[in-house]
Structures are given as C-alpha cells and as structure tokens.
C-alpha cells in the first residue's frame, strides 16, 4: 500500500521525517501535507527543523484518556488496510497488563525486533519496557548475523518476534547455544502460531522458557499469553487472559460457556 495511502485515510496534517531518506513518503506529501525534518543531537535530544513558527509557543490542554493516542493500520490477512484508533487509556492498561503478566522491572532490557509500527513491537516491546522504567535496545533492522551479538553486548533480558524470525535464529544457531542467551529471563512469540515443536526446540537451544501470546491491533495488542515458570506453559497454545476476560459469542452476545452450563 502506498504512502499516499496512509496520509490521505488518517487526513494528516503534518510529516514529520530524517533530515535525510523516505523518498517515498516525501513524494506522497508533495502539494498536500507539510514535511519537517526530525534531528537528533549528541544526546538523543530530537528537534525539528524547518519550522516556520519556530520559537512561537501555544499552549494545548493535556491529553484525556478517551483521547486518540495513534492510528494504526490492520488488514487482518486479506482486505484493505483499516484504520484502528487508541486511546491512551487502552495503551495503558496494555502496557500495565503486560508489565505484570511478565513482571518487568526497571532491569530489564528489550531488544526490539519488531517494526515499531507495528502494534506487536511498540506495545509490547517498546511501550512496556519503558513504562516499566526498562531500557530498550533498537537495531536499524532485523539481523539474525548480529542478533546474539547485540543481545550479549546489551545485556537483553527478553525479545518478542514472530515465528519467522524465530525460526531464522534457531536455523542459524543450530544445536548450539548462543553466547548472551545465558541473560535472558523468557522470549515471547506473538502475531503468528507458534509450533510446539518449534517451541520445544528453541527452550533447548536458547536455555529460556517460550512465552506464546496472543493479540489484536484493534485491542492494543495482548490479550492472552503462557505464563512464566512455575506455572505450566503449553505449546500450541497462547495461555489464558491476561487482565481481560476472553469468551467465545453467539450472534445474540451469549457465552457459550454459559449456554453450556445452562444445558448441564
């Protein structure tokens, strides 16, 4: 889908990109929206340049919980891309569920190996780590030959990827544990079904418990996930809620959980 695409269905009104690159997305905004350039300094301080009111300040009211936090954009597996809106309070109780089904704490460090504009890789492996006080580590893209490298460098005590990506780490590891492997506390797999054996397999080799999880854009990401040692984990399996209630409707919004009761 084209970067025209996306400003004209989310009626952009700014774009706010590197000094430097996405040509496309320049080309899109040609005549239609306003482009600024985002800098970063010596310490990670970002500004934008270019601005034409630089140095005029307006003040805004603080943004509400009902507020619309970002717009992103899901197609399911087929079908055009749909706009599905957040509010900051469905970003916060997201992130605050997944804190606590995983229990991180400000030690932690999240290699981010998902796209972050994707509701996988900035809620749960952005969002949460830096809600809990974490530290994240983003690589300019996904390397599976600087992958170990970088988790042992960085001290990472946890990534979430799709199966792919697992797949292609275990592919290149082969039988033997990779070095920095030896920190991390759990992997977690989302976005995708994750095969037991593949499962299995990864436990073995990478020395961590697989956490499978399960969620939707259109619910700020997790829903449901394996917990952590002790408690059983099963493969082929995204485990039960985590701080929401999941139930299977009929047409007229009956549980059929509780239809079955009835019939007992």
């Known amino acids: 889908m084209s970067s025209r695409f996306y400003l004209d269905d989310t009626s952009a009104k700014i774009l706010l990109l590197p000094a430097d690159g996405m040509p496309d997305a320049r080309k899109a905004a040609e005549g239609k929206v306003p482009v600024f350039s985002l800098v970063q300094d010596d310490k990670g301080f970002v500004r934008i340049t270019d601005v034409p009111f630089a140095g005029q300040f307006i003040s805004v009211p603080a943004p509400d919980p ?129 095969p037991a054996e593949m499962m299995s397999k990864m436990e073995q080799v990478f020395g961590a418990p697989v956490l499978e999880a399960y969620g939707m854009t259109e619910a700020s990401h997790q829903m449901a996930s394996n917990p952590q040692p002790p408690s059983a984990r099963k493969g082929g399996s995204v485990g039960p809620g985590t701080g929401v209630q999941i139930g299977i409707m009929d047409a007229a919004g009956i549980c059929c959980r509780r239809k079955l009761a009835a019939r007992s």
Do not use: Q
């Open 66 to 194: 009902e507020d619309v936090a970002l717009v992103l954009h899901t197609s399911g597996s087929t079908g055009r891309p749909k706009r599905v809106p957040i509010r900051h309070r469905n970003l916060a109780a997201s992130a605050a569920n997944i804190i606590a089904h995983y229990g991180l704490t400000d030690k932690d460090v999240a290699l981010v190996a998902m796209p972050l504009f994707h509701v996988h890789g900035l809620v749960a492996s952005t969002i949460s780590t830096l809600a809990s006080g974490g530290t994240i580590v983003v690589p300019a893209k996904f390397n599976p030959l600087s992958f170990w490298k970088t988790v042992r460098e960085y001290g990472v005590t946890w990534y979430s990827a799709v199966p792919t990506i697992h797949s292609l780490l275990l592919s290149r590891a082969g039988d033997k544990r990779p070095e920095g492997s030896e920190n991390l506390r759990f992997i977690r797999s989302c976005s995708a079904a994750l």
